[in-house]
């Protein structure tokens, strides 16, 4: 069973292709900014904190994320986990190791996506997902083929995220530089660091990654 991590900054494709490794490999996507995304929508003090750190561009509490996180560990792993988004701070990074060891298991690779920061912009500010089955579109280089309707489910719940925007990007790409930038080295030490090229087309992508995942699991 192999659990890994996707480590890149916002828009590098992490959760493009953690929905791959979920289709493909049986594994479980574990996204903190889906799972956040789905708090704030409670009308709760927690829920509206969330929804204006988020919208901001800032990181929630380590405590909230770490406490999401071991609530869904319990529920297992099928194939093994994708932690996609998470961890994002070196505390985050023990608590991970620490709630990993709770239930008998280790992580096998942190993959990095790298990309270019130039490249980032244009693949956020355009990009638009489906509500009801998630997948995720641009305008440009990924629109529907029919204006307003998702190809994959017929869903006309076609979303844009509150924090894809050019200012709330800024913020998002400093905090990714300052505190979760710091986990390439620290995985890296560890050994478990790969690389792959976040650039390239879907499927190379997708090919690299798997690369990547069958030369940890056979190490
Ligand atoms: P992206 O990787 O494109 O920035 P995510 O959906 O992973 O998007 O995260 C969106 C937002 O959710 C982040 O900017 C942050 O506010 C919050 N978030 C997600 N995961 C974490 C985490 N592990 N720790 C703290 N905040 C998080």
Do not use: W
Not at 184 to 196: K, N, P
Not at 198 to 213: D, H, M, Q, R
């Amino acid at each position: 069973m192999a659990n890994i991590i996707l480590l890149g900054p916002p828009g590098a494709g992490k959760g493009t292709q953690a929905r791959l490794l979920v289709e493909r490999r049986g594994m479980v996507q574990l996204s903190t900014g889906d799972m956040l995304r789905e708090a704030k929508t409670a009308d709760t003090p927690m829920g509206r904190r969330v929804a204006e750190v988020m919208a901001r561009g800032q990181l929630v509490s380590d405590e909230i994320v770490i406490g999401l996180i071991e609530e869904r560990l319990k529920a297992g792993g099928g194939a093994g986990f994708i932690f996609d988004g998470f961890p994002r701070t070196l505390a985050q990074a023990d608590a991970l190791a620490r709630l990993l060891e709770r239930i008998g298991q280790r992580l096998s690779a942190a993959i990095e996506m790298r990309v270019d920061d130039e490249a980032l912009l244009a693949r956020i500010v355009g990009r638009f997902s489906c509500g009801a089955c998630g997948e995720v579109y641009h305008d440009q280089s990924h629109p529907t083929a029919v204006p307003g309707v998702c190809d994959a489910c017929g869903s006309t719940d076609l979303r844009r995220r509150a924090d894809d925007t050019e200012e709330s990007l800024k913020q998002r790409m400093l905090e990714y530089y300052k505190k979760t930038s710091p986990l390439i080295g620290y995985y890296y030490a560890l050994g478990d660091h790969y690389v792959v090229d976040g650039l390239g087309e879907i499927e190379a992508v997708a090919a690299a990654i798997a690369a990547a995942l069958d030369s940890a699991n056979s190490s």
